[in-house]
């Protein structure tokens, strides 16, 4: 049975360090107009999913608007789960593509500016609209379910986190993952061999996939820094 462990990229909803951002503390925005009052828009339904798949294609570049000063972002990932986007720095999207993470996504320039449509950064972003997930990849082994509370285990409402996951090939040539799932959607998952690489950039919060299951129900508890984080 393959034995490589696995890791994942997830940050926390708040309390992260300078330099990245925080869980609802920006927009993404596919239209500015400085004649209307509310000058950032969405003008477009690219962010919208039918049964034939995306209403629209993505725009060649989106709008990252955020309440902070020049010169302090530093990111190179921000999940944007709700709109069905990851935003990463060009430094990690060109680890992603060398270790094999292609032709799974659509892409987008990003322009991170402030509400005065002002540059917040020198670094560049691009949004990755997943297109194919890696769900089928894996052996997902027992699972632990959990209720966030007494109302959703009434009405059957439960979420499993996988402590075992190992991949079903190791040969392949992949080594970063994206899952369609609430448990793990909103991260990166990735294979130790590249771990090395992804402790350099800008201040990750990595778990083993192990670790992982023991604090996804109580994030409160863990926050960025905590002893089951990987540092390098």
């Known amino acids: 049975m393959n034995t490589e462990e696995l890791y994942i990229w997830r940050y ?36 919208w999913k039918d049964k034939n798949g995306w209403e629209e294609n993505l725009p060649p570049v989106l709008y990252l608007v955020c ?13 944007k789960s709700s709109i069905e986007l990851k935003i990463v720095s060009e430094e990690f999207l060109s680890l992603l593509q060398e270790n094999g993470f292609i032709d799974k996504y659509d892409i987008a320039t990003v322009k991170v500016v402030n509400k005065k449509n002002e540059s917040l ?6 949004a990755l609209r997943i297109n194919h997930f890696d769900n089928d990849s894996f052996h997902y082994g027992k699972g632990i379910t959990f209720h966030r509370n007494d109302i959703e285990k009434k009405i059957g409402i439960s979420f499993t986190v996988y402590p075992d996951m190992k991949l079903k090939d190791s040969s392949i040539k992949q080594n970063f993952f994206v899952l369609d799932s609430i448990e793990y959607g909103d991260g990166i998952i990735f294979r130790k061999r590249v771990l090395d690489k992804v402790l350099h950039l800008y201040r990750p919060e990595i778990y083993k996939l192990s670790d992982y299951s023991k604090i996804w129900n109580n994030r409160g508890n863990y926050l960025y820094g905590n002893e089951l984080m990987i540092v390098k």
């Open 12 to 47: 926390g909803i708040d309390k992260l360090p300078k330099g990245l951002l925080e869980y609802g503390k920006s927009d993404v925005c596919d239209v500015y107009d400085e004649s209307k009052r509310q000058k950032f828009q969405n003008h477009g339904r690219w962010m």
């Open 67 to 79: 309440n902070k000063k020049p010169g302090i972002l530093q990111f190179d990932f921000l999940d």
């Open 121 to 126: 950064t020198d670094k560049k972003y691009y």
